[in-house]
Each structure stands twice: as C-alpha cells, then as structure tokens.
C-alpha cells in the first residue's frame, strides 16, 4: 500500500457518459497529479494541484476538469467519453509542489468506455 | 527537460545483477536523473535520483558518468518481482509549472 488511495478500482460506463474518480494523496503531501496511461500512448501527464491551486496542465482535454479540495483530496472528471478515453488513470502525490523526493503512485482505476 | 534514450527491452537472469543504460547527453547542470518502474499494470514506483553524484538506496543504484551525459540504474541481486519496465527521467527537480514527463522505458525480463 503506497499511501496514496484511488476509487473506485474498477469502472464500466458508456460513451457519452460522465463519471468522477477520486483520489486521496498519501498523508502528508500537498500536491496531487493525474496520469493516463492508454495502451498506445503509454502515461500521459495530466494536471497537477498543490494546496488546492492548479499548478501544471499537461495534455488534459477540455471534456477533463479536475479540483482539489480542502481536505486535499482530488477529483478528476471526464465528460463525454469516448471509446478512446478507456484507459488506466493513475493519481500521484508529493509533499511539495515540485516533487523534488518523487511522486508516489496510487494503483489507478481502470476506466472501460462500452 | 532532456531527453532520454533506453533500449526497449532487456533480459536478466535472477540473481544476478540489472544494469539498465540510459543515455541523456543534453542533459543541463541544473537537471536530475531520475528513475521509476511499473510492474505490470501497477502504479509507477520511485526508485532512486541523482544529480552527479553516485547514488545507493536500499532498492538499488545508480551511476552517473563524469559528463553527466549517460546513467545506469544497477539492480544488484534481481528477482522475478524486479520484472517491470523502467523509466529514466530527466528533469529540473525545482522546476515550477512542469511534472514528471514519462517517455517508454525499458523492459526488464528476469527469468529463473
């Protein structure tokens, strides 16, 4: 168990749809990343919250939104999903914003679009 | 940040030593080297980084060249759980605005 925890595991939907996927950072660090790992692009960077604030955007689409809370848990939304969007969407955290020591990865949740 | 050369996969046998080469020759003072692994389908793990300096933790270690210009991660006993693909990642450790950008990485086979 890293520390970092993602939910749900496991998540089946249709195109269209919308759905969230949590995550709660390791206890401790302030900054929260989103990945998406797809079998031909392999880990794609995402978006990065440190302390609640937007701090780095990577190739995030605009049917992707995400947000940390005060708690600093975050939440990653994706709307009008495509086949194309199944894949693996790992969440990672670090104590600074920097992530100088490293991140530490959740075990992701698994995302199929029907 | 610099980019990063590995070969795509490579083979061990178990209990013997994993040198996994990586080559960043436009690599600038300021930048680290970093190195992580995924063991299938799990979320990437932290292994170790360095600036210039050898490094040694308990998982492994790692050897950066005088010119700073190539590294190489050593597993020293490797076991069938050290079968993953490893990343080495280049990048100012202090850089605001930017993450880990992860390219394809190595595939690391260990076999009895």
């Known amino acids: 168990d890293s520390g970092v925890t993602q939910t749900p595991k496991h998540l089946i939907t249709a195109t269209g749809q919308r759905v969230t996927l949590r995550c709660s950072p390791r206890?401790?660090?302030?900054?929260v990343y989103w990945y998406q790992q797809s079998l031909d692009q392999g880990l794609q960077f995402l978006i990065q919250?440190?302390?609640?604030?937007?701090?780095a955007k990577g190739n995030i689409l605009e049917r992707f939104s995400a947000q940390q809370f005060p708690d600093l848990h975050s939440e990653l939304n994706l709307s009008s999903l495509e086949l194309g969007d199944s894949a693996l969407y790992f969440c990672?955290?670090?104590?600074?914003?920097?992530?100088?020591?490293?991140?530490?990865f959740g075990s992701g949740t698994r995302l199929t679009v029907v | 940040d610099a980019k990063t050369t590995q070969p795509p996969s490579m083979d061990c046998a178990e209990g013997r030593a994993a040198n996994l080469p990586c080559n960043h020759s436009?690599?600038?003072?300021?930048?680290?080297v970093y190195w992580y692994r995924q063991i299938h389908s799990q979320g990437p793990q932290y292994i170790i980084h360095?600036?210039?300096n050898n490094e040694t933790n308990e998982m492994a270690s790692l050897i950066i060249t005088e010119d700073r210009k190539s590294s190489t991660l050593i597993l020293p006993h490797a076991t069938l759980r050290d079968t993953a693909v490893y990343y080495c990642?280049?990048?100012?450790?202090?850089?605001?605005?930017?993450?880990?950008?992860f390219g394809k990485g190595t595939t690391l086979s260990v076999s009895s």
């Open positions: 990672a955290s670090s104590v600074g914003s920097m992530g100088v020591y490293g991140y530490t």
């Open positions: 206890s401790g660090d302030l900054s």
């Open positions: 919250y440190y302390n609640g604030e937007e701090r």
């Open positions: 436009t690599i600038s003072g300021n930048e680290y």
């Open positions: 360095g600036l210039k």
């Open positions: 990642i280049v990048r100012v450790a202090d850089q605001a605005g930017t993450a880990l950008i």
